[in-house]
């Protein structure tokens, strides 16, 4: 370790600061006791190892790692674009569709505005508001932990800049109907961006999702991920459709080369081989809806799941049900005042959840009367 270097007449000098609405930011918290387990159902991961195809098409692109990627990740943006009919102006893509989400709240808010959002949702929402300079406005679910979608939009006021709609809702798993969506953006002025995060659309096939809705409201952009259904979350490669107006936008927020060579190989692979993703939905939403069915069976109240994983409801005993499914082996994600998720798509480890819950299920029950 080298000695710091402190230039003569500036001993005691304070270091450089963060900005204060910087230091203000809570950290993204991670789940417990990772180092101690057999199965992880904390973090919404896929538990299925990518195709051999996305891996031969990661090794043959690290083999010219040496080179940068396209610019906005040209090859993806088309074979996306082909996928869904659209023009190449619709579509962008990046590192995850976190990444995009930040790019997208710092391009079209800032100071002074407002984005509302519902809560419990996905904890990054309040995190990417503020990096924005934003003001997160949170509108609770209702109690079917759900949207609220017409408690949303009365929270809107002529500072909002941006709406987020989570669905499927994570951590709920709730999905709201397309022909709420639709009547709710009716409702929504159209200077406000409506951002649809679709992460988990793949487990919920309907007839209509935010892809649907580009022609008719210009002010919606509906964001993807490789990372659950095509089982890329070490990869990070996501993509968004919109209005070319609003693509334009989020752009000018990218930096260049920001989806990594190896990235965009691993997400053409995988769009490619549709049977490892229809594989990797089947084996997650039987083992999701076996274990909905397994705590239904021992009373408790178990919303329908449209995601990859399961919500326990409890304000009062989450930590204590986290810490019996560590004792079994599996690490589970603690909302505390709020339930417990865990991950589906392993047998061995829903077993395992069940058996935790089995621990703590006098408390749980006690809690519903």
Not at 43 to 57: D, F, Q, R
Not at 115 to 141: F, G, M
Not at 317 to 338: N, P
Not at 343 to 356: L, M, N, V
Request: hydrophobic fraction near 40%; aromatic fraction near 6%; charge should be negative.
């Amino acid at each position: 370790m080298t000695t710091q270097h402190v230039p003569e007449g500036q001993e005691g000098t304070p270091l450089p600061s963060v900005t204060p609405s910087i230091e203000e930011i809570p950290v993204y918290s991670k789940a417990k006791g990772l180092g101690d387990v057999t199965w992880v159902a904390s973090s919404n991961e896929c538990p299925v190892a990518p195709a051999p195809g996305v891996v031969e098409a990661i090794s043959r692109a690290a083999a010219e790692g040496n080179r940068y990627p396209s610019m906005f990740g040209d090859e993806l943006t088309e074979a996306l674009a082909s996928r869904y009919k659209l023009t190449t102006d619709h579509i962008a893509v990046g590192a995850g569709s976190l990444s995009l989400l930040q790019q997208a709240l710092s391009a079209f808010t800032g100071a002074g505005s407002e984005v509302v959002y519902a809560w419990r949702s996905y904890e990054a929402y309040p995190i990417a508001i503020r990096v924005a300079e934003a003001e997160p406005v949170p509108v609770s679910l209702n109690a079917d932990f759900e949207h609220d979608l017409s408690a949303m939009r009365d929270a809107i006021t002529e500072r909002t800049r941006a709406v987020i709609i989570c669905n499927p809702n994570n951590p709920t798993g709730t999905v709201l109907p397309f022909e709420e969506i639709t009547a709710f953006l009716d409702s929504v002025p159209g200077h406000i961006l409506v951002i649809l995060d679709e992460a988990y659309r793949e487990f919920h096939q309907t007839d209509g999702d935010g892809f649907d809705l580009i022609g008719g409201y210009p002010n919606v952009m509906t964001m993807r991920t490789f990372s659950k259904a095509y089982g890329l979350a070490g990869i990070r490669a996501g993509y968004v459709a919109a209005d070319p107006r609003l693509v334009a936008g989020l752009r000018k927020a990218q930096p260049p080369f920001g989806l990594s060579r190896l990235a965009q190989a691993a997400a053409l692979a995988a769009l490619e081989d549709s049977s490892h993703m229809e594989h990797i939905i089947s084996t997650i939403t039987t083992d999701r809806d076996a274990l909905i069915t397994a705590l239904r069976e021992r009373g408790l109240h178990i919303p329908d799941s449209s995601s990859n994983f399961v919500w326990i409801p409890t304000q009062l005993h989450a930590e204590s049900l986290v810490a019996a499914c560590l004792r079994q082996g599996v690490a589970v994600r603690a909302f505390s005042g709020e339930g417990v998720r865990i991950t589906a798509g392993e047998e061995d480890a829903s077993k395992a959840a069940i058996t935790a819950v089995e621990e703590v299920l006098p408390d749980l029950l006690a809690e519903r009367r």
